[in-house]
């Protein structure tokens, strides 16, 4: 006789109580906030990048990233995870900006950078980030920051606008708001207009500080291999008092023989 096949029952799960499931916080309600991705920071942190970084930047007393706090995070490592929260809320970015870490402010600056080369980002994104970064432009206070914002970020926003900002930062007794000025106009050489960049070059020309000199002689060479002519007619009225290593950057590209010429006129200073 055959045996009769005994079907098991299914087990069936109660459902958890609703008092039993994990209640969502307020940090759960932002996809992509300031608080993870300073945490993210941390798992990627290391001793060993801290000791380069703090060699690398000036943050000791009297020098110009003074009091500056690093973590110790690879530049190459941020930019992906700055790619990664592209979509944070500007709120999220500015406390970001906040940090008195300065890889938090980088990353900042940077998820502002990536999203603002993504040709998808609305124009009023765009806005957001620009408009953020000059408002705090307390918190973009070293030359990396500076540089991270203003290579595509800032220039790009201004680009079909006035551009009355760049020459009042020009002028202002902040170095890193004069260094936004210069570098803000890359931008502008790319798109072939140089204009902005050989005249605010003209307002920095006698700058005393050094990290002026080498983003303004950067700017320079880079309009110059646009339009050599023009940079030639700028070095002519100029070179003379320019300082060395304003100097130096700007001719890089040159010749041996016409190098020699402009750092010949240059007066000791």
Request: glycine share 4%.
């Amino acid at each position: 006789m055959a045996k009769k096949e005994i079907k098991a029952k299914p087990v069936v799960k109660k459902a958890k109580p609703e008092s039993a499931l994990p209640r969502k916080t307020k940090e759960d309600s932002v996809a992509y906030n300031a608080k993870q991705f300073i945490k993210r920071l941390e798992a990627i942190s290391s001793a060993k990048e801290l000791e380069k970084i703090q060699r690398y930047f000036k943050s000791g007393k009297g020098e110009y990233g003074e009091g500056d706090k690093f973590m110790g995070v690879r530049m190459g490592q941020l930019f992906e995870l700055a790619k990664e929260f592209a979509e944070m809320p500007i709120n999220e970015i500015e406390k970001l900006l906040e940090s008195p870490i300065h890889e938090a402010r980088a990353g900042a600056i940077s998820i502002m950078d990536k999203a603002s080369r993504n040709k998808k980002t609305s124009e009023s994104r765009r806005k957001e980030f620009y408009d953020l970064y000059m408002r705090r432009h307390d918190r973009v206070n070293n030359w990396d920051l500076v540089d991270l914002g203003c290579l595509h970020m800032t220039g790009s926003y201004l680009y079909d606008k006035p551009h009355a900002i760049l020459y009042k930062l020009a002028k202002s007794k902040n170095i890193w708001e004069r260094r936004t000025a210069i570098l803000s106009t890359c931008y502008f050489i790319r798109q072939g207009d140089l204009d902005d960049t050989f005249k605010i070059a003209g307002i920095l020309v006698n700058d005393k500080e050094d990290l002026i000199h080498k983003a303004t002689g950067w700017m320079l060479r880079f309009a110059g291999a646009r339009d050599p002519k023009r940079l030639v007619i700028f070095l002519d009225k100029h070179a003379a008092m320019m300082p060395r290593t304003l100097l130096r950057y700007s001719i890089e590209h040159f010749n041996k023989k016409d190098r020699e010429y402009y750092m010949s006129r240059k007066k000791t200073i």
